[in-house]
């Protein structure tokens, strides 16, 4: 059956609605066609999987739930429940089930829609289902609440005639008890049950759940569960050390030797790391932080710029060749990378932190007593006046609509979805920070918008004088906001500057 003249969404409905009916060979056939345009359509690619492999008695849940704008569903997990979305697009409370999951009949998940109790009246006058039955005298858009999205880790259990309210966040390998009413956070491993949901025990001890938690073991490609299901449905500190050991070897035949690339563990993660071809004795060690949504890829030609030092580039978490991370913060990013950093180099190190490399690079350095430096190249610290950002954002979002990574970061990072604008702010990583920070920032204005030839910095004259405020040094060159590509001169005569003064200090 043809479905170019139907949007996506109709089209995987179709094919769902084919399967259910009994008609796999038609429901394969649109399955077919929306991969064909949308390879990274997990709806599809489940649908496929289902009809291709026999399963049977069971829904993956992204079959049912396949609207990647409203939902971000991991591999593999099974059991539809019925979302109660929110009404209101400026507002995004979106559904996040991660891999593994077994969710149970008749789940309820609300999202938002609150009435405002807080109001003398909790009728919705201005909600849109009325169309022009109520006229009111001025708008009223905020006619309903959410308390935000739902997050439900991976490998959790959800018992049947369970609630999950809006807001809610549900740990790694919990488990929900059947009839509950979930309305506060479950920690990862834990058993909540009852109306309301209230704590029943941990499933393991606090060492066994931290060790589950860094193996990451829904993260790995398919063949590598495959061959660890016998560790992985198995219980006890041997079985552990098994899926340990499997890591460690997956590690090693991803690990790349050719061209100064390598694969090193992360926190729980992978990260990849590009180290210099031939270390310099005495010369300074500088670790390089892409900005939004690049890799080493795209700043690695600054090595030919920097010949008198030692670089090491990081892919971000998500980006580049690196593992998605567990927690979408600058903190988040950091603990994920520090490990691997720890491992390549030997001794102190700087940071040079492009965009928003340089807020991770930030959180790197609290409490590190190796990092002697942060510079950073024109980074954020309040996101919503970035208008340039939102478009290449939301230009992201619309080239891959299926990349959960793209959405996840352009919202929990920046605040932005194709409808929505939050404020999203980075002032707090320098409160207390004993590590010398700089600044260096372009001349190309980010004020009034408008189009120019090199990306408009992120940093206004607002911006500057509270770095300066904070005694932070703060310096303008020649060039926007990539200045690692528009002048990589100055950014290496700042380095060589900080390293410098760090010397003349000690």
Known sequence: MATQNMTVDDAMQLAANAWVQGNPAQAADIARQILANRPGHVGARHLDLTIRHG????????????????????DFSYGVPAVFPHNQADQPARLRVGRYCTIAHDVKVILGSYHRHDWHTIYPFTAPNFGTLFRPARPVPDFSSTRGGVSIGNDVWIGAHSVILSGVTIGDGAVIGAGSVVSRDVGAYEVWAGNPAQFVKRRFDEATSARLQALRWWDWPKEE???????????????????????????HKMRATTKGERI??????????????????????????????????????????????????ADLPGSGASWCPADYSAEGFARELRPAIDQAIDGDYRIVGVSFGGAVGLAMARDNGRCRGVLLLDTPFEAKKLWHNHQFLRGAIAGDPDNQHVRRFAWEIYGVTEHALTERTYWHLLDDLPTPVQVLTGDVPMHPPRRTAKVACCLDKEDLAALRRRGIGVQQVAGGHDLIHDNPAAVVKAMDAFAAEAVAAA
């Not at 399963?55 to 991991?74: C, K, M, S, W």
């Not at 005495?282 to 030919?304: C, N, Q, R």
């Open 264 to 313: 090193v563990a992360g926190a729980s993660g992978i990260v990849r790391l590009r180290l210099p071809q031939q270390w310099k004795a005495g010369a300074p060690t500088w670790v390089v932080l892409h900005g939004s949504l690049g890799s080493i890829d795209g700043v690695k030609d600054f090595e030919a710029a920097a010949p008198g030092v030692n670089l090491v580039f």
């Open 55 to 74: 399963v049977n008695h069971l829904q993956f849940t992204a079959i049912g739930l396949h609207r990647p704008d409203l939902y971000d569903i991991g």
């Open 225 to 251: 569960v495959e061959a660890s299901i016998g560790w992985i449905m198995n219980e006890g500190g041997p079985a552990l050390d098994k899926l340990a050991q499997h890591k460690a070897a997956m590690i």
